[in-house]
């Protein structure tokens, strides 16, 4: 079935600094990826759609300049958390639909992001 | 506003009970109904469903959707330890592709 990698599982930064999350399509083009955020015990909230080759849409409330979302290739999305603050702290997670079935959305395995 | 809501919102249950979930939906562009099982990070694919009164089955879980009453139900019988997980109903908004999920039901199996 296929397969999404997401890279890092964990991560642990200073305030401040910008860290970087990688979402790859392992064996399926994925014209559209999807980055949500989730907060313990609660359900996923979409940050922004990722297409392949032109600029994210982000949801209400979402900072562009904040959450840079990079969608250079059919197989690679990026979200990259700049400046970290604290309260950026959460669980990240990516999914990607196959753009040859359009059907269903598979999930990477999630970043967990401790901002100290 | 689109959404999407579950019930009930957590559940405890012993192994061999079976369990209905239920989803309801107010989406106004339609295309799909999905439901997932996360146990601790990704989420993974139970079903789709597109049409009405069609039951989907796999295992001892099965799914069904009344788009009618705008409403899906999952259920699971002869529930074991292994079945606790947050299950989680999206639907599909067939004009931006994107995918409003619910809160969740948090399921516990208790051996």
């Known amino acids: 079935g296929a397969v999404v990698s997401q890279h890092p599982s964990r991560v642990i930064c200073k305030s401040g600094t910008s860290v970087k999350i990688e979402c790859r399509s392992l064996d399926f083009q994925a014209t559209t990826m999807f980055w949500y955020r989730q907060f313990p015990k609660q359900s996923l909230m979409l940050m922004a759609t990722s297409n392949e080759g032109s600029k994210a849409t982000y949801e209400q409330g979402v900072e562009k300049d904040k959450f840079l979302i990079n969608h250079a290739s059919l197989t690679l999305s990026t979200l990259t958390v700049t400046s970290a603050h604290p309260e950026d702290s959460s669980f990240y997670i990516c999914?990607?639909?196959?753009?040859?079935?359009?059907?269903?959305?598979?999930f990477g395995s999630g970043t967990q992001l401790s901002v100290l | 506003e689109d959404k999407v809501v579950q019930s009930p919102l957590s559940l405890v249950v012993h192994e061999g009970d079976t369990v209905t979930l239920n989803c309801s939906y107010e989406?106004?562009?339609?295309?799909?109904l999905l439901w997932y099982k996360q146990e601790k990070k990704a989420p993974t694919f139970l079903f789709m469903l597109t049409s009405s009164g069609i039951e989907k089955k796999s295992g001892r879980l099965s799914s069904i959707l009344d788009k009618k009453e705008l409403f899906s139900i999952l259920n699971i019988t002869a529930t074991q330890t292994g079945d606790s997980a947050v299950y989680l109903c999206?639907?599909?908004?067939?004009?931006?592709?994107?995918?409003?999920f619910g809160t969740g039901t948090r399921l516990k199996v208790l051996a």
């Open positions: 989406v106004t562009n339609f295309r799909s």
């Open positions: 999206a639907v599909e908004d067939r004009r931006t592709y994107k995918y409003i």
């Open positions: 999914s990607a639909r196959d753009g040859t079935t359009n059907e269903k959305l598979f």
